[in-house]
């Protein structure tokens, strides 16, 4: 016996809706989480970057001369990029400056490796490099 299909009972029926439902839905929202997800680790490593710019100013300080404070921050980075989560070294590059009483150490981190820009064209984008410095006067108040 086959079953008669006519539009009325085609307009009343419910099956399958919550699948079209998810079909339209899922897709953004799965995208919406991944960039969610991924923005989460670039601001990780902007945060790590900073926080290694600013150990390397303190470091800085115990030199006595340009020379020496610049191979402190360059053993300092060297000795402790591990300790900050997804940081790489090969894409870590600092310099220092002595000027008006301030060591100033500023550091230029490659994060164009990580996997948030694979979305360009997708999402905005932050720029792939970070830049951050970090300064601490020389003697006392």
């Known amino acids: 016996m086959r079953t008669r299909i006519d539009a009325p009972n085609i307009a009343r029926d419910r099956q399958g809706a919550a699948a079209l439902e998810f079909a339209l839905v899922g897709p953004p929202l ?14 990780g490593v902007a945060h790590s970057v900073q926080q290694l710019t600013n150990d390397a100013a303190r470091v800085a300080v115990a030199g006595l001369n340009e020379a020496e404070r610049t191979q402190l921050v360059r053993e300092h980075v060297d000795a402790h990029w591990r300790d900050y989560g997804l940081v790489r070294e090969d894409s870590v590059a600092v310099s220092v400056s002595d000027a008006g009483g301030a060591i100033t150490v500023q550091s230029r981190y490659d994060a164009s490796y990580l996997p948030i820009f694979a979305m360009k064209g997708l999402v905005p984008m932050p720029p792939s490099t970070i830049e951050d410095r970090a300064s601490v006067r020389v003697g006392g108040f």
């Open 30 to 43: 799965a995208l919406l989480a991944f960039g969610i997800l991924q923005y989460g680790v670039y601001f």
